[in-house]
């Protein structure tokens, strides 16, 4: 028996890099959605040096398309060339070293069928190791966003709570961000916004994709390299200064600024470049005084202009303290 044709209702676009080790994971989980739609699959190999190509070799299937580019041209560049690929009403983007849960188009999709003025779905994730194994659950709900469809815009600008392998959005949405300003290869964010500036977001309360963190992920490089901060800050100049809805946000622009500045402080702190993160209190500071009153501030700069060493010594007093008090 012939398989079933693939359905134009939905594109599912792949970004792959060097990822012998989780491609297979990542399209298996694609190819083992439920629901009755048959994704088409865009694969863009960003000029892989490692067994990617031999894996994705095997991938002879119907639903998949492999557009293999001649010399690395970076995420951001590989996604405008996979949009010339796409077909579908919707399209979801998930990295290489990600996984779907099955039922992510069916709730996906029913929530986008619910809510015909949305711009996209997201949902929550789990968190997984490089081996796979599970952790916790993440995703909007952390930051306070509600099930539901709303305008999210400004929240979604404040801080960045859509969990990127979880989108499904309509392509037409989608295009408004295409193509995607050189060097903004930390990408997903801009996108986002581009989407939520001109329409409601639908918020799921269930999971729907994985997420995995390793030391080659994009997660840990885009601190390491400060590309991370500089997209940030990039993202906030255009749509601040530059958005249609610029003088809703005029008001909030300082504390916004500040915000993300007190979380790149906070990256850095926890990655140890404490240069970075004294650089970044300091700044986040300088729009926002009221941060000096949140705790967890306090403590990290007090700590970095008192010295990591004795920072460390006086957390490890604390909680010896409290664990003898229990």
Not at 36 to 54: H, K, L, M, Y
Not at 63 to 90: L, M, P, Y
Not at 153 to 160: A, G, I, K, P, Q
């Amino acid at each position: 028996m012939p398989p079933p044709e693939v359905s134009p209702t939905v594109s599912i676009i792949v970004n792959v890099y060097n990822g012998e080790r989780y491609v297979a994971e990542c399209l298996d989980s694609i190819l083992a959605l439920a629901g009755d739609v048959r994704p088409e699959v865009v694969v863009i190999d960003d000029a892989s040096t490692d067994g990617t190509g031999n894996i994705l070799a095997r991938y002879r299937h119907p639903q998949i398309t492999i557009v293999s580019n001649e010399k690395n041209i970076g995420a951001a560049a590989s996604i405008d060339r996979a949009f010339e690929h796409v077909h579908g009403e919707f399209v979801a983007r998930i990295d290489y070293d990600d996984r779907y849960h099955q039922n992510f188009l069916v709730d996906s999709l029913a929530a986008l069928q619910a809510y015909p003025d949305a711009a996209f779905v997201c949902a929550n994730v789990m968190m997984i190791d490089p081996e796979g194994r599970q952790s916790v659950v993440a995703g909007p709900y952390e930051y306070g966003e509600d099930p539901g469809c709303e305008d999210r815009f400004r929240s979604m600008l404040t801080r960045h709570f859509v969990t990127a392998p979880t989108i499904l959005g309509r392509t037409s949405h989608w295009r408004r961000a295409i193509p995607i300003p050189a060097a903004m290869n930390f990408c997903d964010w801009y996108m986002n916004l581009t989407m939520a500036e001109a329409a409601p977001v639908v918020v799921l309360d269930k999971v729907t994709a994985d997420y995995r963190v390793h030391p080659l992920g994009m997660h840990a490089t885009k601190i390491a390299d400060g590309m991370g901060e500089r997209v940030t800050f990039q993202v906030l100049d255009r749509f601040l200064d530059a958005s249609p809805r610029k003088a809703e946000l005029a008001v909030h622009a300082s504390r916004i600024r500040a915000a993300h500045f007190a979380d790149w402080g906070d990256k850095y702190f926890g990655a140890g470049l404490d240069d970075h993160a004294l650089r970044c209190y300091k700044s986040a500071l300088a729009s926002d005084l009221a941060l000096l009153w949140r705790g967890r501030f306090q403590h990290r700069l007090a700590g970095l202009i008192a010295g990591r060493d004795r920072y460390d010594r006086v957390k490890r007093f604390a909680r010896r303290l409290l664990a003898s008090s229990r």
